[in-house]
């Protein structure tokens, strides 16, 4: 599918809102996880830095109350003992400050303010507290308490006041740091929920986005699509939306406008057919018209023909009987010439209306004794064949479907075309045998007469087509016609076989019946060698069993009794090609 131009795709624009959303989710993300961390050292800033330092300067000044106090009692009383205050108050301050050192690395405010509490505490130490203590120990407790004045006590206050400092600067550390974490602490949940919100706004747009440009689209094209899919084919499906939609309606106007141009063809072509069909029926009428007219006017010519034709022969024949050897030999010549045409033509007029009537004047198929058929057949050609000393063989042949005078026609004019085209001095031998051919019985009339040559094996079938004069081999040329036009009415095809070593054979196949196919497959099966495909068993193109050979010759006089009619097939008489 071609992308169409202009505007912007969907996919690029689902991209991009994607990619726009997952950008500010990224950087909120970060934004967020740098505060998170921000707040969480400011926590531990609170937990562990401003607090501790906040207890650590009162501890210094406790000690530092400690230390004055002990001077005083010591001024007084003189008692070393009372010194014992002054030196753990002494190690107690050097300890606080030590640890108060390791916590001020982020807070240079606070640093000063404890080095000022530490030169203070340097400077009463060193102008009260060491030269009490010395005085006191050399000269007594007066001389001691007289170094205690006021002094001294303004020099202690000045300490208590820079540790007053300190605390404060410590306090406000702590408080500064406590805002700290509250303002990163919302400044989080604010990132929070701008997050949040991108989402819903995302999704909201989404859901917008796709009603607009997906859901809207599609369900305009769905209607359009039904109402084509109803019958209105001239309706032009037209789309909105993202070009990939307008693509889509486009093809699917495409495709709606073959549709509807094939089926335009299809009605034309319809509207032709039904033109065509009427004219057909039209001419159909006309041929049974025509046929019947045809049928009508051949009984009618038959009889209005043989009728004069039958004088003219009666009478030619009365007058070669009464006349003969009394006119000139000419004249016995011009009778004869008379006689045999008056009975070519009747013999001619039967044989063309035989030929008509095959496949009108129908009895039904019904299954149908090839075998018993040969025996009629026998009966029809005795005459014939005791004339020319003929042999009439044949294998046990098949039940078919079909309609027994025309198959019993069929076989009579093989035979008789067998016996007739038959060489001289050699007594003519027919044998008819069959054969099992791809669902079809192929039947052979093979005889030992003169044969056919091939250029010429497909023109014996035309009707009046004939290889020889009718003074060498009588007959009308109409015989093996009959025999084709029989054939084909049952289904099947006959032709020469032209690879015969001497005489003819005429083929033709007819329908094999369901049974006859059963039993053949059945045989295949069951004798099929095991290490052997089906193509090598027995070959399935002849019957299962060889069968005896059955001969109608001079030593079964008996055969032409079997047929009480001999000589007709039906309504039709037996002719001779």
Known sequence: MKPVAGGWSLRRRVITLLTVVGVLLI????????????????????????????????????????????????????????????????????????????????????????????????????????????????????????????????????????VNDLQEEVLAAREQTADNVRTSSNVLVVLLIVAALVVVVAGAVLLLSLDRMVVRPLTGLAVQVREVAEGDYQHRIATTGPPEFIQLGDDVDAMRQKIAADLAEVRAARERIEWVNSQLQKQAEELTRSNRDLEQFAYVASHDLQEPLRKVASFCQLLQRRYAGQLDERADQYIAFAVDGAQRMQRLINDLLAFSRIGRLTTGFVEVDLNKVMSDVAGQTEAARQYADAELTWTDLPVISGEEPLLTNLLANLVSNSIKFRRAEVPPKVHVSARLVDGEWEITCQDNGIGIEPEFADKIFVIFQRLHSKDAYPGTGIGLAIVKKIVEYHGGRVWVDTDVPEGTAIRFTLPALPADLEATAAVDSSEQPPDLPAGDATPSNETAAAPAEQSDGSDRPDRADESPESGRTGDMRETVG
């Open 27 to 162: 950087a909120l993300a970060g934004a967020e996880a740098a505060m998170a961390a921000r707040n969480r050292t400011q926590i531990d800033a609170v937990l562990n830095e401003t607090g501790p330092l906040r207890v650590q300067s009162q501890e210094l000044l406790n000690a530092l109350l400690d230390q004055e106090t002990a001077i005083r009692g010591y001024a007084v009383s003189g008692d070393q003992d009372d010194l014992n205050p002054y030196r753990e108050g002494l190690a107690q301050e050097q300890s606080v400050i030590v640890s108060m050192r390791a916590l001020l690395g982020d807070y240079p405010q606070i640093s000063q303010e404890l080095r000022t509490v530490e030169e203070r505490i340097t400077q009463w130490r060193q102008s009260v507290a060491e030269p009490v203590i010395t005085t006191t120990e050399r000269n007594g407790t007066s001389a001691g308490q007289a170094l205690v004045t006021e002094q001294a006590r303004q020099q202690f206050d000045e300490v208590r006041m820079a």
